[in-house]
């Protein structure tokens, strides 16, 4: 029922930023809460931030906050997150996913994307 495709991954310097994208298909978009996570070599997949359908609500993981802003333009069905001052540790494979009501566990999304990869250099 909805599909969802991250791109915008790549590999970037310690310090620098990326915008991931998440395109949505379907027409009740707006009626999802957004959550993106990630997933690094050797680790479990973690939550880094997600964000309500209509009225903004967000919540960050600790180690994104004020680096990782989470926002989405329900005209256009796609949910972006923007990474800033990105460290080696922010390295991963990136997911995004939809689910009923904003939360942060990965056990409560309904679907998922296929992921996008980004790598952090020192």
């Known amino acids: 029922q909805v599909q969802l495709v991250e791109s915008g991954g790549g590999l970037v310097q310690a310090g620098g930023s990326l915008r991931l994208s998440c395109a949505s298909s379907?027409?009740?978009?707006?009626?999802?809460?957004m959550g993106w996570f990630r997933q690094a070599p050797g680790k479990e997949r973690a939550f880094v931030a997600a964000?309500?359908?209509?009225?903004?609500?967000?919540s960050y993981a600790d180690s994104v906050k004020g680096r990782f802003t989470i926002s989405r333009d329900n005209a256009k069905n796609t949910v972006y997150l923007q990474m800033n001052s990105l460290k080696p540790e922010d390295t991963a494979v990136y997911y995004c996913?939809?689910?009923?009501?904003?939360?942060?566990?990965?056990?409560?999304?309904?679907?998922w994307g296929q992921g996008t990869t980004v790598t952090v250099s020192s």
């Open positions: 964000i309500s359908g209509r009225s903004n609500r967000t």
């Open positions: 996913a939809a689910t009923g009501l904003l939360r942060t566990s990965a056990s409560r999304y309904d679907y």
């Open positions: 379907g027409r009740s978009f707006s009626n999802y809460a």
